[in-house]
């Protein structure tokens, strides 16, 4: 079911967590709220599942007026950082949790847990305890707990934030399997722009309570709005007014008409490429991502003088209008 | 090594020096004269009435004393509100107040020329010098207890697991008695332990109220010290008793809701 939120405000004492956001999620999309800490987005996303109120504005879930309704009659499935398993309860015990509240009968929940246990690939760890399991392994259990009411709705809290980079790695992928056969509308939140762009179909970057920009994670990182949106989506370098990502930074030998001259400081091994740092004009800081081919072509070595101009490059007309007026 | 075993000598000559060697001293002497004098003291109608009453006081008072500091814990962490520190301290303040002052501070309100103590008495139920009173006094010396052990476990649990379970379509008291209530489990009956503890050996305040009539508003507490003076020193030490007994029994009663190892 698709989400809309209208006009959401939402302030914590004198901290405005939320300032008047609006964000349409399409039925059966994957979307990331990705933002540094502060930006409000586990807030949105708290908004949407009714763990928080908002002080004005709407939240519709699949075209009906959900804003005053509780968590319980929304019809989501929430998984939470730091995974909220029921401690004093099986693994079992806590995915047929929700089957249980709703009075299903005995044999169908223990024929849909044992379902969800395999899904999440918990077979066979039905009767262990959460304080038995791995960090990935209690977050896959919350999932399958949260899956277990078939929720229309999937939000997810920083769901792979307490965790190791190379588990993490594996539920990325696993989380995007999962969408691609289930379809629930699934929003997600998260700090890192890699594990937004990795997963999401939509990314909805946020900063200071705002959303700054929307989009396919290709576009936002190619068609950055604003410095913000471009310095938070990768790296990048900023040479007089124009700024440009490592791996456009080229680099030359001989002088043509658009290149500025510098000099390699340092050139590191990165495995399956090499990145190079120059200054250039005698100050500016510049990291350039190569290929080993490029690299080897060019023989560069620390102290070489050479060539960089910015094969692709933007530019920002300063701060956002909006800002400067007020 | 020495470390270790000295820790051990350390802890344990402590232990008995406070409580083993006095407590194998009462059973000692206890049956000192055999089982005969111990079976007359225990049978005595007036030691009947006195545990009756212990027991009747107790029973009133921990389930009571259970629900008000389950209630005042969820307040204090989950609720924010102006004054929460004054109610924090008004809780402790059974811990800060001598017993006795407890006692005659009741005989003020409710006693014969306190504020309500004519209506009382005038309605048939005279609170001091009889039941009533005692089991305010006893109340009031063991409110904080429950309310103490439960708030850092409520404090610990967060309140994670309750959103999940509203997540998941559990109505608030559906996740109170699935969710919250087993996780303060633990907290609840060190509570009650302390509680029951402090419900049967309460001295001061309530030796103030009852007004000791023997075989009506005698404890089993106010017996020990009655007989010891009057040198019954057989019945004493069988009352003395009794009260290790109705403790150790609490203690065995509540680790039966002990958590699992695996936890």
């Given at each position: 079911?698709?989400?809309?939120?209208r006009?959401?405000?939402?302030?914590?004492?004198?901290?405005v967590a939320?300032?008047?956001v609006?964000?349409?999620?399409?039925?059966?999309?994957?979307?990331?709220?990705?933002?540094?800490?502060?930006?409000?987005?586990?807030?949105l996303?708290?908004?949407?599942?009714?763990?928080?109120?908002?002080?004005?504005?709407?939240?519709?879930?699949?075209?009906?007026?959900?804003?005053?309704?509780?968590?319980?009659?929304?019809?989501?499935?929430?998984?939470?950082?730091?995974?909220?398993?029921?401690?004093?309860?099986?693994?079992?015990?806590?995915?047929?949790?929700?089957?249980?509240?709703?009075?299903?009968?005995k044999?169908?929940?223990?024929?849909?847990?044992?379902?969800?246990?395999?899904?999440?690939?918990?077979?066979?760890f039905?009767?262990?305890?959460?304080?038995q399991?791995?960090?990935?392994?209690?977050?896959?259990m919350?999932?399958?707990?949260?899956?277990?009411?078939?929720?229309?709705?999937?939000?997810?809290?920083?769901?792979?934030?307490?965790?190791?980079?190379?588990v993490?790695?594996?539920?990325?992928?696993?989380l995007?399997?999962?969408?691609?056969?289930?379809h629930?509308?699934?929003?997600?939140?998260?700090?890192?722009?890699?594990?937004?762009?990795?997963?999401?179909?939509?990314?909805?970057?946020?900063?200071?309570?705002?959303?700054?920009?929307?989009?396919?994670?290709?576009?936002?990182?190619?068609?950055?709005?604003?410095?913000?949106?471009?310095?938070?989506?990768?790296?990048?370098?900023?040479?007089?007014?124009?700024?440009?990502?490592?791996?456009?930074?080229?680099?030359?030998?001989?002088?043509?008409?658009?290149?500025?001259?510098?000099?390699?400081?340092?050139?590191?091994?990165?495995?399956?490429?090499?990145?190079?740092?120059?200054?250039?004009?005698?100050?500016?800081?510049?990291?350039?991502?190569l290929?080993?081919?490029?690299?080897?072509?060019?023989?560069?070595?620390?102290?070489?003088?050479?060539?960089?101009?910015?094969?692709?490059?933007?530019?920002?007309?300063?701060?956002?209008?909006?800002?400067?007026?007020? | 090594?020495?470390?270790?075993?000295?820790?051990?000598?350390?802890?344990?000559?402590?232990?008995?020096?406070?409580?083993?060697?006095?407590?194998?001293?009462i059973?000692?002497h206890?049956?000192?004269?055999?089982?005969a004098?111990?079976?007359?003291?225990?049978?005595?109608?007036?030691?009947?009435?006195?545990?009756?009453?212990?027991?009747?006081?107790?029973?009133?008072?921990?389930?009571?004393?259970t629900?008000?500091?389950?209630?005042?814990?969820?307040?204090?962490?989950?609720?924010?509100?102006?004054?929460?520190?004054?109610l924090?301290?008004?809780?402790?303040?059974?811990?800060?107040?001598s017993?006795?002052?407890?006692?005659?501070?009741?005989?003020?309100?409710?006693?014969?020329?306190?504020?309500?103590?004519?209506?009382?008495?005038?309605?048939?139920?005279?609170?001091?010098?009889?039941?009533?009173?005692?089991?305010?006094?006893?109340?009031?010396?063991?409110?904080?207890?429950?309310?103490?052990?439960?708030?850092?476990?409520?404090?610990?649990?967060g309140?994670?697991?309750?959103?999940?379970?509203?997540?998941?379509?559990?109505?608030?008291?559906?996740?109170?008695?699935r969710?919250?209530?087993?996780?303060?489990?633990?907290?609840?009956?060190?509570?009650?332990?302390?509680?029951?503890?402090r419900?049967?050996?309460?001295?001061?305040?309530?030796?103030?109220?009852?007004?000791?009539?023997?075989?009506?508003?005698?404890?089993?507490?106010?017996?020990?010290?009655?007989?010891?003076?009057?040198?019954?020193?057989?019945?004493?030490?069988?009352?003395?008793?009794?009260?290790?007994?109705?403790?150790?029994?609490?203690?065995?009663?509540?680790?039966?809701f002990?958590?699992?190892?695996?936890?």
């Amino acid at each position: 079911m698709a989400i809309t939120v209208r006009n959401v405000n939402k302030r914590f004492g004198d901290f405005v967590a939320l300032d008047d956001v609006s964000l349409d999620v399409p039925a059966g999309s994957l979307t990331a709220l990705l933002g540094p800490s502060g930006s409000g987005k586990s807030t949105l996303l708290r908004v949407i599942a009714g763990l928080e109120k908002a002080d004005q504005g709407d939240v519709f879930i699949g075209g009906a007026e959900a804003t005053k309704l509780p968590p319980q009659r929304r019809d989501i499935g929430f998984v939470f950082q730091h995974y909220a398993a029921f401690k004093h309860m099986t693994v079992a015990k806590n995915v047929a949790f929700g089957l249980e509240i709703r009075k299903r009968r005995k044999d169908e929940v223990k024929r849909r847990v044992a379902e969800l246990l395999d899904l999440v690939q918990l077979d066979g760890f039905g009767d262990r305890y959460p304080s038995q399991l791995s960090g990935g392994q209690r977050q896959r259990m919350a999932l399958a707990r949260a899956l277990a009411v078939e929720p229309e709705v999937l939000l997810l809290d920083e769901p792979f934030g307490a965790l190791d980079a190379k588990v993490r790695s594996e539920l990325r992928a696993w989380l995007r399997r999962l969408h691609d056969e289930m379809h629930v509308t699934t929003v997600f939140v998260t700090h890192d722009q890699e594990e937004a762009m990795e997963v999401s179909d939509t990314i909805v970057l946020m900063d200071h309570g705002r959303i700054v920009q929307e989009g396919r994670p290709q576009d936002l990182y190619d068609h950055p709005e604003t410095e913000f949106v471009m310095r938070f989506m990768g790296q990048v370098n900023r040479i007089g007014d124009v700024y440009v990502r490592p791996h456009d930074v080229e680099i030359r030998l001989e002088p043509n008409g658009t290149t500025e001259a510098a000099v390699v400081e340092r050139v590191l091994h990165m495995g399956h490429h090499i990145r190079v740092d120059l200054t250039v004009n005698g100050g500016d800081p510049v990291s350039a991502q190569l290929t080993r081919d490029e690299a080897e072509r060019l023989g560069l070595e620390p102290g070489r003088p050479v060539f960089v101009r910015p094969a692709k490059a933007r530019t920002f007309a300063g701060e956002p209008e909006a800002e400067a007026v007020s | 090594m020495i470390v270790r075993y000295g820790l051990r000598l350390v802890a344990l000559t402590y232990l008995a020096l406070l409580l083993i060697i006095p407590v194998g001293m009462i059973v000692a002497h206890t049956f000192s004269g055999g089982l005969a004098p111990v079976w007359t003291a225990l049978t005595d109608p007036d030691a009947i009435k006195a545990l009756g009453l212990t027991l009747k006081i107790a029973i009133i008072v921990v389930p009571l004393n259970t629900l008000f500091g389950i209630t005042m814990a969820l307040v204090m962490v989950r609720r924010e509100f102006r004054g929460k520190a004054l109610l924090s301290a008004l809780i402790d303040l059974p811990f800060a107040v001598s017993p006795v002052i407890v006692g005659f501070t009741l005989i003020l309100v409710y006693g014969m020329n306190g504020w309500f103590g004519e209506f009382f008495i005038n309605q048939g139920y005279p609170i001091i010098f009889s039941t009533p009173g005692m089991v305010l006094a006893t109340m009031f010396a063991s409110l904080p207890f429950v309310c103490r052990e439960v708030i850092p476990v409520l404090r610990e649990i967060g309140t994670e697991q309750e959103q999940a379970a509203a997540t998941l379509g559990a109505r608030a008291h559906q996740t109170f008695r699935r969710i919250t209530l087993p996780a303060i489990r633990w907290g609840i009956v060190y509570g009650v332990v302390l509680t029951t503890a402090r419900a049967i050996g309460e001295y001061g305040a309530v030796a103030v109220v009852s007004g000791n009539v023997i075989g009506q508003t005698q404890t089993l507490t106010l017996r020990v010290s009655q007989e010891y003076q009057n040198f019954d020193h057989i019945a004493a030490y069988t009352a003395a008793l009794e009260l290790a007994v109705i403790a150790l029994v609490t203690l065995f009663l509540m680790n039966l809701f002990h958590p699992r190892k695996d936890h």
